[in-house]
């Protein structure tokens, strides 16, 4: 089946600085993938639509310069976390599309645990 | 204002019993799915229903789809330990909602953690 890979699966960085996570979709190809923050004990929260070789689409209240996305490729989107802070803190998922239409399943990466000190 | 209303969004029982999560919405979906995520990793599909008053079964689960394509609930039947996890639906509009665009992303409800206990 679909596979996306994510990495890296937990990451520690300090206040201030920019972490990147990537996300790479494994024999299939991507034209869009979806970013979510989930917090301890709720539900995933869509943060942005990441098309290849367009702008990203935010969702609102999603601060389009502090999670910087590209999705350069038809295999890999990338989320950057820009001068990070403790509350950036938090597990970040991604997903892709995996078929067309109602019937199209939907393949999550394995989550980011990010960690702001 | 949540899209997609899930309960409960806590659920303790003891090993042997039935449960029932529900899913509710005044939106019309395309399909519904349902997840089922464990803590540090990422969700993974238990199904997809798209036709409404369908009913599918994966072992013990039950998942049906309202007729009315807008509610699902998700029934298992002599739980176990096993299924202890986040179960979490989530509804397709299509790829190109009324008056705009989804790009096919998925409205989750708030999930529903459960603990089975033995």
């Known amino acids: 089946g679909a596979v996306v890979s994510q990495h890296p699966s937990r990451v520690i960085c300090k206040s201030g600085t920019s972490v990147k996570i990537e996300c790479r979709s494994l024999?299939?190809?991507?034209?869009?993938m979806f970013w979510y923050r989930q917090f301890p004990k709720q539900s995933l929260m869509l943060m942005a639509t990441?098309?290849?070789?367009?702008?990203?689409?935010?969702e609102q209240g999603v601060e389009k310069d502090k999670f910087l996305i590209n999705h350069a490729s038809l295999t890999l989107s990338t989320l950057t976390v820009t001068s990070a802070h403790p509350e950036d803190s938090s597990f970040y998922i991604c997903?892709?599309?995996?078929?067309?239409?109602?019937?199209?399943?939907?393949?999550f990466g394995s989550g980011t645990r990010l960690t702001v000190v | 204002t949540q899209l997609l209303e899930q309960s409960p969004q806590f659920l303790s029982i003891q090993e042997g019993e039935n449960l029932t999560v529900y899913c509710n919405s005044s939106?019309?979906?395309?399909?519904l799915q349902w997840y089922r995520q464990e803590p540090g990793e990422g969700p993974v599909l238990l199904v997809t229903?798209?036709?409404?008053?369908e009913v599918k079964k994966l072992k013990r689960l039950t998942f049906q789809f309202g007729d009315a394509r807008k509610d699902s609930s998700l029934h298992i039947t002599a739980a176990q330990t096993g299924d202890t996890g986040l179960y979490l639906c989530?509804?397709?509009?299509?790829?190109?909602?009324?008056?705009?665009?989804?790009?096919?992303?998925?409205?989750f409800g708030q999930g529903t953690i459960l603990t089975v206990h033995p």
């Open positions: 997903s892709a599309k995996t078929g067309q239409g109602a019937r199209g399943g939907y393949t």
């Open positions: 024999d299939f190809q991507a034209t869009t």
């Open positions: 990441s098309n290849e070789g367009s702008k990203a689409t935010y």
């Open positions: 939106s019309v979906f395309s399909s």
């Open positions: 229903v798209v036709t409404g008053g």
């Open positions: 989530a509804g397709y509009l299509g790829d190109r909602s009324a008056g705009g665009t989804s790009y096919g992303k998925l409205t």
